[in-house]
């Protein structure tokens, strides 16, 4: 296949991934996902498919690859170990492989399989030619460079087990916002997109909120109603409710928003329904360790580049987790 040939076959599955909801076994799609991982509500996944549609474009395509020194070596063989915490997180992964027609061996998730397999099977639907680039095995599979992404335990194996070998190896990285009580109220409402979407369980969805001094958190909890319907997940309202006892229990001062929970905390992994924040004086003071960061979201930060609130969700074709380029990864 050429480079446009394979750009063509992403833009048809674009073109699918939107119009997903419309095709006869998608109810079983939801199920089967569902069983797999109970966090895979339909919503969400329409969501991750929406979102990739509308990156699969002729125009985004090329512009993001032809940015690019493309040689036409003979094709490497990539193993991705895929994390499954959200619907499809590591399509992107694929894509950088596939669209450098490189062949790539997927180690898939088992909180995962179903979105992966069922939207890899379209891709050779779409062309055929893709079923001799694409296979799924185990991490022991002979390849030539590696991608995983994982928490922090399974990376340091990795770092080990993969020690021979080119690797993009990803550990625990979770999102903040910076706020400093001037937010309009579209973006809080945006702000709690990017909270509460994938019930909090992305990397770039915001878990600490920095705020200042006497902060208004009333304004917070009216646009948090937004996500109301988060509860009806019973592994989230299963959440909400043990770390409220919890919390209780142990005499832990919170604010109950009633789907989720506020804790004033100095840390950034917060489980899952609760979301720590941190007062802070002047915001030029703001100090974190930047490697644990994937996203800074903020009207008002200038000391790194932030997101726009309601965006944490949407990343583009040149946004690279961690900020380790994918391509040029694979391209050296």
């Not at 619907?87 to 088992?110: A, E, M, W």
Request: hydrophobic letters at 40%; one cysteine or more; a neutral charge.
């Amino acid at each position: 296949m050429q480079i446009f040939e394979r750009i063509q076959a992403f833009i048809d599955l674009g073109v699918f991934l939107k119009d997903f909801s419309n095709i006869n076994n998608k109810d079983k799609v939801f199920s089967q996902a569902f069983s797999e991982n109970n966090f895979f509500v339909k919503e969400n996944i329409c969501y991750a498919f929406d979102c990739l549609s509308q990156l699969l474009n002729k125009n985004s395509l090329e512009k993001w690859i032809f940015s690019y020194n493309l040689k036409q070596d003979n094709p490497k063989t990539i193993l991705v170990v895929c994390a499954g915490n959200i619907p499809l997180v590591s399509f992107h992964d694929i894509l950088c492989v596939l669209i450098l027609g490189n062949k790539i061996i997927l180690n898939q998730s088992s909180k995962d399989s179903i979105l992966v397999y069922f939207v890899m099977s379209k891709l050779i639907d779409i062309e055929p030619r893709f079923s001799d680039f694409i296979s799924f095995s185990d991490i022991g599979a002979e390849s030539d460079m590696v991608i995983c992404t994982g928490n922090n335990n399974s990376a340091s194996y990795f770092n080990y087990y993969f020690k021979n070998k080119p690797a993009i190896i990803r550990s625990s990285r979770t999102s903040v916002a910076i706020l400093s009580g001037s937010e309009t109220k579209e973006e809080l409402h945006g702000l709690s997109k990017d909270i509460f979407l994938y019930f909090g369980l992305g990397c770039r969805n915001v878990t600490k909120i920095y705020i200042p001094k006497s902060y208004n958190f009333s304004k917070l909890k009216m646009c948090f109603k937004d996500y109301q319907s988060n509860l009806d997940c019973q592994n989230y309202y299963d959440n909400y409710n043990y770390n409220k006892a919890i919390l209780t229990l142990n005499k832990k001062p919170f604010k109950d928003f009633e789907n989720l929970l506020l804790v004033e905390s100095d840390k950034l992994y917060p489980p899952v329904s609760v979301v720590f924040y941190e007062y802070y004086d002047e915001i030029e003071n703001l100090s974190f360790n930047i490697n644990d960061i994937q996203c800074i979201l903020s009207n008002v930060y200038v000391k790194s580049k932030t997101i726009s609130f309601g965006k944490a969700q949407n990343p583009q074709l040149f946004d690279y987790a961690d900020n380790v380029d994918t391509i040029s990864f694979l391209l050296s």
